[in-house]
């Protein structure tokens, strides 16, 4: 019943920045956690980022950390994913997802988000 729509996603050089949203559309969750995912050529699909809806939670992977930012906007149901510094290993289709609220449960679990978005292609020139 969630429906999730990617964008801004594009070529940039080594060091640029690239920002990208995620709008959930259709029925949501009252208390959710969005993800941000990635999967590059021949590698499987890595966690990314994740933020909690209704609260302030954030984790970022290692790889990311200092580099990228998660932001939201409730009122408009989008999330944002800001990325800075980018590097040619950031190459990948970079996917949103969503998830219901469930305790326990890590933010970067894959397998615990039921709802993905169609990707969009982020390529960092060398």
């Known amino acids: 019943q969630v429906q999730l729509v990617e964008s801004g996603g594009g070529l940039v050089q080594t060091g640029g920045s690239l920002r990208l949203s995620c709008e959930a559309t259709g029925r949501t969750f009252s208390s959710y956690t969005m993800g941000w995912f990635r999967q590059a050529p021949g590698k499987e699909r890595e966690f990314v980022v994740g933020i909690s809806w209704s609260g302030d939670n954030r984790y970022y992977a290692d790889s990311v950390k200092g580099r990228f930012t998660i932001s939201r906007d409730n009122a408009k149901n989008t999330v944002y994913l800001q990325m800075g510094s980018l590097r040619p290993e950031d190459t990948a289709v970079y996917y949103c997802?969503?998830?219901?609220?469930?305790?326990?449960?890590?933010?970067?679990?894959?397998?615990?988000?039921?709802?993905w978005g169609q990707g969009t292609q982020v390529t960092v020139s060398s």
């Open positions: 997802a969503a998830r219901g609220y469930k305790p326990a449960q890590p933010m970067g679990a894959l397998s615990s988000y039921p709802y």
